[in-house]
């Protein structure tokens, strides 16, 4: 290996950007892909049978490339990391590595609560649609698990004091 080259990383391996740069894509929004790399990096420690590993991940910014995902409430600032699964022929190899992609996302969502920005998992319509993933580089033996959307804004905040109310009543 050069001198001054470094090893890549577990998500690095498995890490694709589309239209994206380290910068920040607006004043409120602090989601940059090093960030994203470095929480991906710890949350890839999700169980999985046969260290398969799954999992790929495209990291996409830019207005134009963001809507293409129809967000739900139109806010193309935001990245978004498409949490993309290999489809084994295997039934089986197929939902452990299914549970093994939810795992994984589960640890991201976690790990970013540490974060100043907030991450929420859609399941969009569009995802089941071969035609309308292709812009994305999804291979014929690949899907999309869950689009994860990356914000400054605290919409969706990511603190403790967001956790709804608890009522007990007792009988």
Not at 5 to 32: C, F, M, N
Not at 69 to 90: P, Q, R
Not at 103 to 130: G, T
Request: neutral net charge; aromatic residues 8%; charged residues 25%.
């Amino acid at each position: 290996m050069p001198r001054g080259w470094r090893k890549r990383t577990p998500a690095e391996k498995k890490w694709v950007s589309i239209d994206g740069d380290d910068r920040p894509h607006s004043d409120s929004l602090r989601v940059s892909s090093q960030s994203v790399l470095d929480i991906l990096n710890e949350a890839v420690w999700a169980p999985n049978d046969g260290l398969r590993e799954p999992w790929r991940f495209i990291y996409v910014t830019r207005n134009e490339t963001v809507s293409k995902l129809g967000t739900s409430y139109g806010d193309i600032s935001l990245a978004f990391l498409l949490v993309v699964a290999k489809e084994e022929n295997d039934l089986h190899k197929q939902a452990e590595d299914y549970a093994a992609v939810c795992c994984l996302i589960q640890n991201f969502q976690l790990l970013a609560k540490s974060q100043p920005w907030h991450v929420r998992r859609m399941i969009p319509e569009w995802i089941y649609d071969r035609e309308r993933c292709k812009p994305f580089g999804i291979r014929p033996q690949e899907r999309i698990v869950a689009v994860l959307e990356l914000g400054g804004n605290d919409r969706y905040s990511n603190s403790a004091s967001t956790s709804p109310m608890l009522n007990i009543t007792h009988l």
